[in-house]
């Protein structure tokens, strides 16, 4: 983008671009890994009598520590995983992408080591926030090469280092003894490991949030967007040694979550078992659509995910992402020549979007 030359932007801004998936109309939207089913009737009318109770006081500031849902997302991490959380072991905000960006401008003195392709706001929120990014590398088949990692560790000494699991957008997860020799390496130079667990519920590998309370300098990042079917609510948390929370409060803006968010997220993590409920269907889909992209000659990466990086295709990403949204399916161009993500849509999405693909490839 050219700036006009009254403004002034930032230097190390003004080559970047937005971050931002296309927003256009499509009989299935399957390119931002949304979870496709919608809250129940009963649980809409839970929620919006929430909402209607504190409407009354939206005169008021909200609860700026969020105590009863930090408390209850407390409890539920506690269940998944077996832990013994408080709430001063969590912090909640706008989205994982507000916990990502606080991370940041609370403990980015140094340099920030991420293995790419991952997600893509670690190192544009590291941009913006003036932190040296360090582009980190993986497999050939996208999969994180631990000795490598450590290696890479040891070698910049990164103050935080960062990794996804399941991984955006390739699906891949990494195994709990590999987070383990990651934390021991970044413990040695100092600094923190950043997991970035969006995409947790749908993985069958053990959470790193069990190794929280023998590696403090361990951070587990999590967010109600996906599992939850959340997304428009906008909830991600952390879940943390009390110490790194407490420095969550000091660089957070002042009431940054609202009376309304609070109420409907309470709401949904006391109907979790509903949401929830949704994620083992989503599962059965992944790997139904797996094998019908196989039967089409297609190559898949191993997902732990609700989504699909696919390839194999004689076009060019570009183009065939083009021709299947003029079908009516939107999928992700996620900037890995020759390949495209396919998020884990309804069986109606999932099936228009296989149709679409056996007229084109």
């Given at each position: 983008?050219?700036?006009?030359?009254?403004?002034?932007?930032?230097?190390?801004?003004?080559?970047?671009?937005?971050?931002?998936?296309?927003?256009?109309?499509?009989?299935?939207?399957?390119?931002?890994?949304?979870?496709?089913?919608?809250?129940?009737?009963?649980?809409?009318?839970?929620?919006?009598?929430?909402?209607?109770?504190?409407?009354?006081?939206?005169?008021?500031?909200?609860?700026?520590?969020?105590?009863?849902?930090?408390?209850?997302?407390?409890?539920?991490?506690?269940?998944?995983?077996?832990?013994?959380?408080?709430?001063?072991?969590?912090?909640?905000?706008?989205?994982?992408?507000?916990?990502?960006q606080?991370?940041?401008?609370?403990?980015?003195?140094?340099?920030?080591?991420?293995?790419?392709?991952?997600?893509?706001?670690?190192?544009?929120?590291?941009?913006?926030?003036?932190?040296?990014?360090?582009?980190?590398?993986?497999?050939p088949?996208?999969?994180?090469?631990?000795?490598?990692?450590?290696?890479e560790?040891?070698?910049?000494?990164?103050?935080?280092?960062?990794?996804?699991?399941?991984?955006?957008?390739t699906?891949?997860?990494?195994?709990?003894?590999?987070?383990?020799?990651?934390?021991?390496?970044?413990?040695?130079?100092?600094?923190?490991?950043?997991?970035?667990?969006a995409?947790?519920?749908?993985?069958?590998?053990?959470?790193?949030?069990?190794?929280?309370?023998?590696?403090?300098?361990?951070?587990?990042?999590?967010?109600?967007?996906?599992?939850?079917?959340?997304?428009?609510?906008?909830?991600?948390?952390?879940?943390?040694?009390?110490?790194?929370?407490?420095?969550?409060?000091?660089?957070?803006?002042?009431?940054?979550?609202?009376?309304l968010?609070?109420?409907?997220?309470q709401?949904?993590?006391?109907?979790?078992?509903?949401?929830?409920?949704g994620?083992?269907?989503?599962?059965?889909?992944?790997?139904?659509?797996?094998?019908?992209?196989?039967?089409?000659?297609?190559?898949?990466?191993?997902?732990?995910?609700?989504?699909i990086?696919?390839?194999g295709?004689?076009?060019?990403?570009?183009?065939?992402?083009?021709?299947?949204?003029?079908?009516?399916?939107?999928?992700?161009?996620?900037?890995?020549?020759?390949?495209?993500?396919?998020?884990?849509?309804?069986e109606?999405?999932?099936?228009?979007?296989?149709?679409a693909?056996?007229?084109?490839?």
């Amino acid at each position: 983008m050219s700036w006009p030359s009254w403004l002034p932007l930032r230097e190390t801004l003004r080559p970047l671009s937005a971050y931002g998936a296309p927003q256009v109309p499509a009989q299935a939207s399957l390119n931002t890994n949304e979870n496709p089913y919608s809250p129940s009737p009963a649980l809409q009318k839970a929620i919006t009598d929430a909402v209607a109770k504190v409407a009354a006081d939206l005169n008021r500031y909200p609860d700026r520590d969020a105590t009863v849902l930090r408390t209850k997302l407390a409890t539920y991490i506690n269940e998944r995983s077996g832990t013994g959380f408080t709430l001063d072991n969590i912090w909640a905000a706008n989205g994982s992408n507000e916990i990502i960006q606080s991370i940041f401008l609370a403990f980015a003195q140094g340099p920030v080591l991420g293995f790419t392709p991952s997600y893509s706001m670690h190192p544009l929120i590291a941009k913006t926030t003036g932190a040296q990014w360090i582009d980190g590398k993986r497999n050939p088949d996208f999969s994180l090469n631990t000795q490598d990692a450590v290696t890479e560790i040891i070698k910049n000494k990164p103050t935080l280092t960062f990794i996804t699991t399941p991984n955006n957008p390739t699906g891949g997860a990494v195994s709990i003894e590999a987070i383990q020799q990651l934390a021991d390496a970044a413990q040695s130079v100092g600094g923190l490991l950043v997991v970035d667990e969006a995409y947790a519920e749908f993985s069958q590998e053990l959470s790193a949030v069990t190794l929280i309370s023998k590696n403090p300098h361990v951070i587990v990042i999590r967010t109600m967007s996906k599992a939850f079917a959340f997304a428009g609510a906008r909830v991600g948390y952390l879940v943390s040694d009390v110490a790194v929370k407490d420095a969550m409060m000091i660089v957070r803006l002042p009431y940054h979550l609202s009376a309304l968010t609070q109420a409907a997220a309470q709401v949904a993590i006391d109907h979790r078992a509903e949401l929830l409920g949704g994620v083992s269907t989503l599962i059965a889909a992944r790997a139904e659509l797996v094998d019908a992209l196989h039967q089409m000659g297609l190559h898949t990466i191993p997902s732990s995910a609700n989504f699909i990086l696919f390839t194999g295709f004689k076009q060019d990403a570009p183009q065939l992402w083009s021709a299947l949204l003029e079908k009516g399916v939107l999928i992700r161009d996620v900037g890995l020549s020759g390949y495209l993500r396919v998020t884990i849509g309804n069986e109606a999405e999932n099936q228009l979007f296989i149709s679409a693909l056996k007229e084109l490839i």
